[in-house]
């Protein structure tokens, strides 16, 4: 299985910018999908999730702001960002798990078995 982030950049506070996660060589609607960010000597935290039902959680920072959407015909999950701030700079991964249960969602990184390489969001003043 292979996840390949895309999206991030620099960008001025209060922008929006959507990230993008495809995944190929496995079945994407089989999976829950996660977002999780690093920022510089913190510990990667997870950021949304949606399950193969569509469920979704959020961060509590995030809430209200970004948005994590799935196109299983594209296999692909995006994280919409928008009313973008100076802290929510970080790489940001997608991570990808099996699940067979529509509505599961974990919030802990160690769930998921599947992540990629990381995409680089810097927010400026």
């Known amino acids: 299985v292979q996840l390949q982030a895309s999206g991030g950049g620099l960008i001025q506070a209060g922008n929006s910018l959507r990230l993008s996660c495809s995944v190929s060589?496995?079945?994407?609607?089989?999976?829950?999908m996660g977002w999780f960010r690093q920022a510089p000597g913190k510990e990667r935290e997870f950021v949304a999730g949606?399950?193969?039902?569509?469920?979704?959680s959020y961060k509590d920072s995030v809430k209200g702001r970004f948005t994590i959407t799935r196109d299983n015909a594209k296999n692909t999950v995006y994280l919409q960002m928008n009313s973008l701030k100076l802290e929510d700079t970080a790489t940001y991964y997608c991570?990808?798990?099996?699940?067979?249960?529509?509505?599961?969602?974990?919030?802990?990184?160690?769930?998921?078995?599947?992540w990629g390489q990381g995409t680089q969001v810097t927010v400026s003043s």
């Open positions: 991570a990808a798990d099996d699940s067979a249960a529509p509505y599961y969602l974990p919030r802990i990184e160690n769930a998921y078995d599947y």
């Open positions: 060589g496995s079945t994407f609607s089989r999976h829950v």
């Open positions: 949606i399950s193969r039902g569509g469920r979704t």
